[in-house]
């Protein structure tokens, strides 16, 4: 085999991608050669195959040998029968020596679907799998017997942290488990900048774009069990921008879930799509909040993109000036919600700065301002008026309500702030109404 061509090997089962086309192969050889070859100049080989079973905390120990084709009880070898088991692909045992159901499967990438592999021909049930960023390639779209699939245990559960980069996609974009997560969207986290990644390709290094954000999964695994004090939180949501727009930050009905290995189980909806925000590293926990702004104002404006950021005061710390990610445009004389989310554990929300940036000299900024001049120019003057704040905790499905500090003055114009308190427990009760709005 020629040295340009690249090589993924996951244990037994190895890629060739040639002619653009990757192609399964052995120890025997090809795929493609296996299938034209004569049946006459086939011949079954048997390869000696041991097992090396180690239950010592003794490094030096030399382990338990097992060998295919003899009857040893695992007994022999020191193995618990009663503890959980968890195989890291590949391999399952013969006979019900153990219950398949306290088997937990972890697979990256290729071994997701091996992992799937497994747990479809085995006789019995597999207690869980748990597919890390599994391979997109020539899975994306296939029949759920040639992939990762629900039906391949009793609980599958699915990372996808590197669907869509620069039009490729390393990891398979679809569901394909009882619940299938996409830590920041599944396509750019936290840590593999745009830098890093250009970088990567102007130098050649081009394994080290899979490496960061195919990988993410594997470590966000990892965190679930080394910062289980600190669990990260997903939440249900139909797709990507419903939940950066905070609308998806409920518990009600299973609808949020703890990622990794702590992940309960949830076979009651099949695909059941989950999204969260993450850090750039362990551990990887965030705090969400869902912010809801009811923006009105007493003249027509036209059309009008604010650029607003927001500063939450807690009883534990303050957050840094956090962006009000702008998915579709702020509706005036109606209510819009957000998503924020900080690193730090704030504690309880006691106050929030709302701050309406000005003009800045970028040229993507001048032009909106330029834009906005020319929807309104008989009235250039800008105001809203903002009377209360509703927040909704992820974490701790907590609502709380904050209003102006002086009800007397509500409008906010750019380069101004409006300062808000917490007012009341809960949201807006439905017998309230409204606040009047009057348009020339």
Not at 34 to 49: F, G, I, N
Not at 95 to 100: I, P, R
Request: charged share 25%; with cysteine; hydrophobic share 30%.
């Amino acid at each position: 085999m020629s040295n340009s061509v690249p090589l993924l090997c996951f244990w037994s089962l190895c890629y060739c991608f040639a002619a653009g086309s990757p192609v399964p192969f052995g120890p025997e050889g090809r795929l493609e050669d296996k299938l034209h070859k004569p049946k006459a100049t086939q011949t079954e080989v048997k390869p000696s195959v041991r097992f090396n079973l180690r239950t010592s905390k003794d490094p030096e120990h030399e382990g338990c040998y097992l060998s295919v084709g003899h009857s040893q009880p695992l007994e022999d070898c020191s193995f618990n029968m009663t503890a959980k088991t968890f195989f890291i692909i590949h391999g399952w045992t013969e006979k019900d020596d153990f219950s398949l159901g306290n088997v937990h499967l972890i697979g990256y990438s290729l071994g997701a679907h091996v992992a799937g592999y497994a747990g479809n021909f085995v006789k019995g049930t597999v207690g869980r799998i748990t597919g890390l960023d599994p391979a997109g390639p020539m899975f994306e779209g296939a029949d759920i017997h040639k992939r990762l699939s629900p039906d391949d245990a009793d609980f599958v559960d699915v990372l996808h942290t590197y669907t869509r980069s620069f039009g490729l996609s390393i990891g398979i974009q679809m569901p394909v488990g009882h619940i299938d997560i996409y830590p920041n969207g599944g396509d750019f986290q936290p840590g593999c900048g745009l830098n890093d990644v250009l970088g990567s390709i102007a130098y050649g290094t081009i394994t080290e774009v899979v490496k960061c954000e195919h990988e993410r999964a594997v470590h966000l695994f990892v965190d679930s069990l080394v910062n289980q004090d600190k669990p990260s939180f997903a939440f249900q949501c139909t797709d990507s921008n419903r939940f950066k727009k905070g609308i998806c930050l409920s518990c009600r009905k299973n609808r949020c879930n703890s990622i990794g290995y702590n992940a309960k189980k949830m076979r009651n909806k099949r695909n059941s799509k989950m999204y969260l925000k993450t850090r750039a590293g362990m551990p990887f926990r965030v705090y969400h909040y869902q912010m809801k702004i009811h923006v009105f104002s007493y003249k027509n404006m036209g059309e009008i993109e604010p650029t607003f950021y927001v500063t939450l005061y807690g009883t534990n710390a303050d957050s840094q000036t956090l962006p009000l990610e702008i998915v579709e445009r702020i509706e005036q004389n109606a209510t819009n919600t957000f998503l924020v989310y900080t690193e730090e554990d704030l504690g309880d929300l006691l106050k929030i700065q709302l701050t309406w940036e000005g003009a800045s000299q970028s040229w993507y900024n001048l032009w909106k301002e330029f834009r906005s001049y020319l929807s309104q120019p008989r009235n250039p003057g800008r105001e809203l008026n903002i009377r209360r704040i509703r927040v909704k905790s992820g974490e701790t499905q907590r609502k709380l309500t904050f209003c102006t500090e002086d009800p007397e003055n509500t409008s906010i114009s750019p380069g101004r702030e409006l300062w808000f308190r917490k007012c009341r427990d809960g949201w807006r009760m439905k017998n309230e109404t409204s606040p009047t709005v009057e348009l020339p």
